[in-house]
């Protein structure tokens, strides 16, 4: 069964610190892998991830993917309150058209 | 540009009862996808439709139905409802199958 995993579930930060949450997946046909911030409702794109060892990054938020070790992380450096949210990430299954998330990662930065 | 909207932002249903949830997507975007999501966990795919047509269903039963209109907008349709129904519904639109898709604020349902 297809499943996508995320790690920690939660975590609790200072502001300035440098975390990373870390996404890996089962999948039987894969075409990239996405990631998302949720903070009340509508989950916000981050990145999609198609190609292994290429950093995406954008401001002080960046993603790689290793497509042989089947995993990808997300950092992010000087943590703000703002960056407060659940980080989810998902799996794009190609042919059968949908997205497959993993449960997400809740991240709280304290001032 | 106005993003994915959805609507209604919040209901309130009777378990049996029936509700109809509107999503219309980006200009231009011919893809919409629905996800359920529950408390504490990641979005689960219901249905995706591209073109009109029904491209992916999720393994939800059969008292779900969505379709889409010549205007790319789309609506999800649950009978009979039930308590675990009670979800966040979230729309996403992408202008095809294989980009990235964005979504909606979502419409929050409360079946009592």
């Known amino acids: 069964e297809d499943k996508v995993v995320q790690s920690p579930l939660s975590l609790v930060v200072h502001e300035g610190d440098t975390v990373t949450l870390n996404c890996s997946y089962e999948?039987?046909?894969?075409?990239?892998l996405l990631w998302y911030k949720q903070e009340k409702k509508a989950p916000t794109f981050l990145f999609m991830l198609?190609?292994?060892?290429i950093e995406k990054k954008s401001g002080r938020l960046s993603s790689i993917l290793d497509k042989k070790e089947l995993f990808s992380i997300l950092n992010i450096t000087a943590t703000q309150t703002g960056d407060s949210a659940v980080y989810l990430c998902?799996?794009?299954?190609?042919?059968?058209?949908?997205?497959?998330f993993g449960k997400g990662t809740k991240l709280s930065v304290k001032p | 540009d106005a993003g994915v909207t959805q609507s209604p932002t919040h209901l309130i249903k009777t378990r049996g009862q029936h509700v109809t949830l509107r999503c219309s997507p980006i200009s231009g975007h011919k893809s919409v996808s629905w996800y359920q999501q529950v408390l504490g966990q990641g979005p689960q795919f219901i249905f995706q439709y591209y073109e009109k047509e029904e491209r992916g269903r999720g393994n939800f039963p059969d008292r779900f139905s969505a379709r889409q209109f010549p205007n790319y907008s789309s609506e999800l349709n649950v009978n009979a409802l039930l308590l675990g129904d009670s979800a966040l519904y979230l729309c996403a639109s992408s202008p095809w199958t294989d980009t990235e898709a964005f979504f909606g604020q979502g419409t929050r349902l409360t079946v009592v």
């Open positions: 999948v039987t046909n894969f075409r990239s």
């Open positions: 198609t190609s292994s060892g």
């Open positions: 998902a799996v794009d299954r190609g042919s059968q058209g949908n997205l497959i």
